[in-house]
């Protein structure tokens, strides 16, 4: 007699199986498409009827996901999205990509993942595979999800099966994207990996199993965290080169011609993001938990957080060498979203350059091609909201007292910011040349 997952194997095998996708945002709604890709029906689970609505019409609120591609695949029957929780029974794969933030206290929040968990503990039958994506410390599926799911009574790795599969997107990345994507999975028993390795082997071009979703979740973690340290290292090599009056570019280009045993990571205004600046504090607090203090990621995330109130150092230092005062100059922020050529603010340091140079007197306006408006989310007190993108005409460069570069989007033309503006301070290394008396860097290296 066939158990669950052997019929749930066949249907997969068969290609008749059908995906549910619990959170289509930056995670979730590519994953859908690419699953729809491999031609299985995707149904798609969000908390947002807005969002449901957009997605059945075929419309893409995901910068990653053309519009073009989404109405292809729903005019086709292959996607449809939902608020009915009740419609994942009707589903064999779940894969689950809601939010993991951290609460005020840099607390894990897993109220999200433990929602969608009972989500499908309502709707879970035999024959059901269950996929966490969202990031979590080590642990969260086998203590948090399993006893969820188990207390149906159906049973682990023959009845339905459970695993972890971190999302590793990169935003805005042309090159590499969820189809091409190494991916990870590591199940609570082999049967688990087994039949998530079936059905994400036709999604995925590469597979990566594990031998336990702990070891799925603590590579995300470490993957996340090890980018967390090396941008805190090399925004410390900037200050010591501010010290050693040393161009911190010049000593980065050349170490990275070291063709091994060096990456690349460059300093910066500060980490943003929803992923860098979070995920490594899961695994602190789980090794809180376990009487270990993760040292490198507490010091890596003070000196980054640190970052925002040196470059409004260094602006302050850039006018008053001009014999300026901070107070009642104009400061034009150039670029806000926290990384280039992507409008997204979560977590920006910008709104904390925009913060501190108003909490000393500035008149702070910016420029961002992505983000035409900053509107109060609840989390910054940044004055006068919300704030309007100004158009950056010459006029205006050339109105302001210093321009700050702090997100270096492609599109921007910092040549003629430069020659445009009374002085720039550039962040992000986007300005290499002589400055003419009027660049300063963020190694604080006045360019002659
Ligand atoms: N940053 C620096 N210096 C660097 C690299 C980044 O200051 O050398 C800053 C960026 O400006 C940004 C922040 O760090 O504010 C995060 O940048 P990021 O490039 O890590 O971009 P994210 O957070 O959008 O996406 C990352 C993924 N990025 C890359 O691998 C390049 C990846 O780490 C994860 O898949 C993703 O987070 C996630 O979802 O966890």
């Known amino acids: 007699m066939s158990n669950g997952l052997d019929q749930l194997q066949e249907r997969i095998d068969r290609g008749t199986a059908t995906a549910g996708v619990v959170g289509l945002g930056y995670v979730g709604l590519p994953l859908a498409v690419e699953i729809a890709r491999s031609r299985f029906r995707v149904i798609g689970f969000e908390v947002s009827a807005t969002v ?78 269950i996929i966490l994506e969202s990031t979590t410390y080590p642990g969260t599926t086998r203590e948090v999800l399993l006893p969820i799911l188990e207390s149906t009574g159906l049973k682990i790795g023959t009845d339905f099966a459970l695993c972890f599969s971190p999302e590793r997107v990169d935003p805005g990345n042309p090159v590499w994207r969820t189809r091409n994507t190494p991916k990870v999975i590591g199940g609570v028993t082999p049967r688990c990996t087994a039949v998530a390795m079936a059905f994400y082997g036709k999604v995925f071009d590469t597979m990566v199993p594990v031998h336990s979703p702990e070891a799925a979740e603590l590579v995300k973690v470490y993957e996340n965290t090890f980018r967390l340290i090396n941008i805190a290292l090399v925004n410390e090599l900037a200050q010591a080169c501010d010290k050693l009056e040393l161009d911190v570019w010049d000593v ?33 607090w789980k090794m809180r938990t376990l009487q270990f203090r993760t040292r490198m990621i507490e010091l890596a995330s003070e000196i980054n957080a640190e970052m925002p109130a040196y470059v409004v150092q260094k602006a302050s230092d850039a006018l008053n060498d001009r014999k300026k005062p ?6 034009l922020v150039l670029g806000v979203a926290y990384k280039k050529n992507i409008g997204d603010l979560r977590e920006s340091p910008a709104l904390d350059i925009i913060r501190l140079l ?48 702090v997100t270096d989007h492609a599109e921007v033309d910092y040549v003629r910011v430069l020659r445009e503006a009374p002085l720039v301070l550039d962040t992000r290394g986007v300005l290499r040349g002589p400055g003419g008396g009027k660049l300063v860097t963020l190694s604080g290296v006045a360019k002659g």
Do not use: W
């Open 52 to 129: 449901a609505a957009g997605i059945s019409a075929g419309r893409s609120h995901v910068e990653d996901v053309p519009t073009a591609v989404l109405a292809e695949l729903v005019s086709q029957g292959l996607i449809q999205a939902t608020t009915d929780a009740a419609r994942l029974k009707d589903c064999d794969v779940i894969s689950i990509c809601v939010p993991t933030p951290l609460n005020k206290t840099k607390d894990p929040d897993l109220s999200y993942v433990v929602a969608a968990a009972e989500s499908c503990k309502g709707a879970l039958r035999r024959g059901q595979l």
């Open 252 to 284: 980065i280009d050349a170490a990275a011609t070291k063709p091994f045993g060096f990456m690349k990571f460059t300093p910066g205004p500060g980490l943003g993001g929803h992923c860098i600046p979070l995920d490594p504090h899961y695994l602190s």
């Open 326 to 331: 901070l107070k009642g100059s104009r400061v």
């Open 358 to 405: 108003q909490l000393k007197g500035a008149e702070v306006r910016y420029h961002d091609p992505h983000v035409a408006m900053i509107v109060d989310d609840g989390h910054t007190s940044i004055q006068g909201l919300p704030l309007h993108s100004d158009p950056l005409t010459d006029q205006l460069l050339r109105s302001q007292d210093l321009v700050v570069i």
